[in-house]
């Protein structure tokens, strides 16, 4: 997959390919530009996520509704196994079934919680990213037919709050629902916007762009994480009282920053910058001694890709792609953070798509790899949530 811009409401959607899953149980391709003239749905969707399941079934109405005018897409980036082991569970034949080798499709629709869903118009035009349940047999006939639609997003835009006040109270919210590119707010205009829990939301994270993030029933350590672009692993809640921090309703917030192309500061500083005004929260790099899982060469030579078979990215995928797909599923390691000690570097190409389809247990799969896996304890460099300790003067 070439390296294009995210993609955006009310603008065409960059083509891509997806391997899909046929009836024959192999993978072909699919490109978004084959698929000019229907709606196409895709649905980023895993086999453990509970409200997941439901939404396929609906879809899976919606299409035998439509028939070709309409193209629904379940994406995965779980392995093989777990999805065909779902597929011959369940009742679902007109769905397609595509596998998210190397979570390119996650960067590309980036988000953080599932399900998510994504609505491309007969033109390729996106027209929504939103939750299954928002979209029903009605928006998918209007879209069908060219017609106008209101689409509720995954995102809230409100009012912009004041800075830091004597209460750090926050201001209400006001929920704007987009139906098209008009609607959308000015991308001119810097917006800070920050409410409280929204009833019903679930909790979740959009980038729809490098300048556009939004946060929905968020806990604030959760937003830094993602700010800092860390794994649950190398992330240490250290302050007084956890129980401020937790996932309920009254810890948790809704936060939307955009900043226009014409300030140069990332979302990162600006959302950073804000937080550290609102909120006692403080955060630092330091560390820690943890046990981690080590990736090391085994006796066997490392076996080394020259491209990706499924045929979704041309340079195939490397050893930080493993890193990272171990520690997105830390049941894999035992939750543990996962660290490159193969002397090899990050970007070695190494046969991924492979050891994702293959059934087996991790250290087999890391031995057809010519790797292997132990743990260790280490000094590993974490992101530290810390509360700043306030200085009083003594009394004359």
Avoid at 42 to 51: D, G, K, R, S
Avoid at 216 to 225: E, P, V
Wanted: charged share 20%; glycine share 4%; proline share 5%.
């Amino acid at each position: 997959m070439a390296q294009v811009d995210p993609p955006s409401i009310g603008k065409v959607c960059p083509d891509f390919g997806i391997s899909v899953i046929t009836p024959s149980g192999n993978e072909k391709i699919i490109n978004l530009r084959e698929l000019r003239g229907k709606v196409v749905i895709l649905e980023f969707w895993a086999t453990y996520c509970a409200p997941c399941i439901p939404s396929l079934s609906h879809f899976e109405r919606i299409k035998k509704q439509y028939g070709n005018a309409v193209e629904i897409i379940a994406i995965s980036d779980e392995n093989r196994d777990k999805v065909d082991a779902f597929i011959a569970k369940r009742n679902i034949h007109n769905v397609l079934f595509g596998m998210d080798w190397g979570h390119k499709l996650n960067e590309l629709f980036f988000h953080h919680f599932i399900p998510h869903t994504v609505v491309i118009d007969k033109n390729g035009v996106v027209k929504a990213f939103t939750a299954p349940d928002e979209i029903d047999a009605e928006i998918v006939g209007k879209l069908i037919r060219n017609q106008r639609v209101e689409i509720v997003m995954k995102q809230e835009f409100q009012n912009a709050i004041a800075n830091n006040n004597s209460n750090n109270t926050i201001s209400n919210r006001t929920t704007t629902v987009l139906s098209n590119a008009n609607n959308t707010p000015n991308i001119n205009e810097l917006r800070i916007s920050l409410s409280p829990y929204i009833e019903g939301k679930p909790t979740e994270f959009i980038k729809e762009s490098e300048k556009h993030w939004v946060f929905t029933n968020c806990t604030l350590s959760l937003i830094y994480q993602i700010l800092y672009n860390q794994k649950d692993s190398r992330v240490k809640l250290e302050v007084p009282d956890e129980s401020k921090y937790a996932s309920e309703p009254n810890n948790q917030y809704c936060l939307t920053i955009h900043i226009p192309e014409s300030i140069d500061k990332s979302v990162q500083e600006v959302a950073l910058n804000q937080l550290a005004q609102l909120f006692p929260l403080k955060a630092k790099f330091e560390l820690r001694s943890q046990t981690v899982f080590v990736l090391e060469k085994a006796d066997s030579s490392v076996v080394v890709s020259s491209s990706d078979s499924t045929g979704i990215i041309q340079k195939g995928l490397t050893i930080k792609d493993l890193v990272g797909y171990l520690e997105s599923n830390p049941h894999l390691v035992n939750n543990l953070a996962v660290l490159n000690q193969t002397a090899l570097p990050d970007t070695t190409l190494i046969d991924l798509d492979w050891f994702q389809n293959y059934n087996d247990a991790v250290p087999n799969k890391l031995k057809t790899l010519g790797l292997k896996g132990t743990e260790q304890m280490v000094d590993l460099n974490c992101l530290i949530l810390y509360e700043e300790k306030k200085i009083t003067k003594d009394a004359p």
